[in-house]
């Protein structure tokens, strides 16, 4: 037998090996390609994907399921939002075929957090308490560490008190304990034990919080960054709470080491402030303003890279003329020509900024703020109303009444949303419904839908800075329209200019009053 047979027949031997893998076996390959992740991306990737397969070709759906929702959760903390969405659906879609419904109750409970990210607060807590009632009261083999993942989700909702996310916590831990040794449990728990680190710097019990990143720590044995740089970044906020500035410096510094540049903006940001307030009470000025302007420099992210290209390309034209020392006079009037054309583009650009914040200061001042503002900005109507139109006053405050209770739930943010559809849900015709709505609202229903949307997302935007790091098409997503041009336009017309100036804008304010 030739070599290329030889090695031809083990691959094929391999792959026959590899598809014929019993379910545990297939568990314990899943578990052990997660943890591989952090060290090696790639290879887990194409790994987990084989896996995938081998798990849909022998109809093992729960896994399938599983495996669709770490794929997204890698997806999720790369910041690809999209993708993630979709693996998580794909997910539910593959362990719906599974009578185990583990594996739909994880990317069920995953996609709630991710809407509640995209601030979809209903739809989000429903899911996660939804995968919760799905697996809570089963015995199947993955339902606790499906739990503890549902449980850590649930502790970030909101809503919920102190006392309730320690009780969340500690189910987290005691579901995770129930896990075989092969399904990274010691992984699983590291960063159970820190939350309940950062629960308990929450209640102020600093003794017992680093009682618990002793703990977190020691189960860290593959010296994982991420959980590393977490600890010692705990530890650092344990220490200024206690008012001991030299270890605050000392493990802040500690913690920079492990905090990954590209991913870790809100990390590094809490190391700079902890090191700028401990250098403060330190009386040490140099440091103390060190740090200070590597935190607003890592904040200031609004750059007119417009203005500087254009600046950038003006020099670069003057410096090539002066070097050549152009005689000829065919090309002084070449570079004449492109030089009047860069000081026309930025004279463009600066009328065109120019106007832009006028715009902007002008919706600013008019509005005075936020929480003067009406809900949705009134245009009084003139027009005169048929007689036959006329509705009794009862019915007209019924009608207000259950517009100023669709206006308060933010239901104008759901898709979809005509006249029709309103008055079925305020219980009256579409006819009364638009003679009120023209009568104390706006000209028509389209403009007061626009108008309660944008005003909603202006009003995010000045009160969560998370709002302002989203995309237009996130934006565009949770304000129920069906396309970012359909919302640009919207905003545009309504506030003066497009949402990503609007955004750039209120960020150099922001960063003028801190």
Known sequence: MTSKKLVLLLFIFTIVLFKSQSTEEQTK???????????????????????????????????????????????????????????????????????????????????????????????????????????????GFYDPYVLSMLYTLQGSLKNKSLEERVAINNKVIANFKKLPPYSNKQFNLVGAYQNSGYLALEQKKYDEALKYIKTSASLNTDNIPYFKSGQYLLTSMIYSKKNKMDSVLYFATKAEKYIDQKTGTNDLLLVYGLKKDAYDKLKDT?????????????????????????????????????????????YLLIGGFIFILLITALLVLNWKRRKEVAAFKKFRLDAKNLEDRPTVTVVANTHDVALEDAINADTEKEILNGLAQFENKTQFNEKGITLGKLSTQLNTNV???????????????????????VNHVVKQLEDDECFIKYKISHLSEISGYSSPAAFTRAFSKIIGVIPSTYIKLLSEEKLKKA
């Open 431 to 453: 006819k009364y419904l638009s003679h009120v709505e023209k009568k104390h609202k706006a000209d028509n229903f389209n403009l007061y839908i626009n108008q309660l949307r």
């Open 286 to 330: 140099v440091n103390r303003n060190r740090y200070s302007a590597l935190e607003a420099i890592l904040n200031n992210k609004v750059y007119d890279s417009n203005l500087s290209a254009a600046g950038n390309n003006l020099e670069k034209s003057l410096h090539r003329e002066e070097e050549q020392k152009r005689s000829s006079f065919i």
């Open 29 to 139: 390959q899943y578990y052990k390609i997660a943890l591989e992740y952090d060290k090696q991306p790639k290879e887990a990737k194409l790994k987990i994907l084989n896996l995938l397969e081998v798990c849909e070709t022998k109809k093992n759906f729960v896994l399938a399921a599983m495996i669709y929702n770490k794929m997204g959760h890698w997806e999720m903390t790369s910041n690809n939002i999209d993708k993630a969405i979709d693996l998580f659906k794909k997910g539910i879609e593959v362990g719906d075929q599974s009578t185990d419904k583990a594996g739909v109750a994880l990317n069920t409970g995953f996609l709630g957090y991710l809407y509640l990210n995209m601030k979809m607060k209903n739809e989000g807590e429903k899911n996660i308490v939804e995968a919760i009632d799905m697996v809570k009261n089963t015995n």
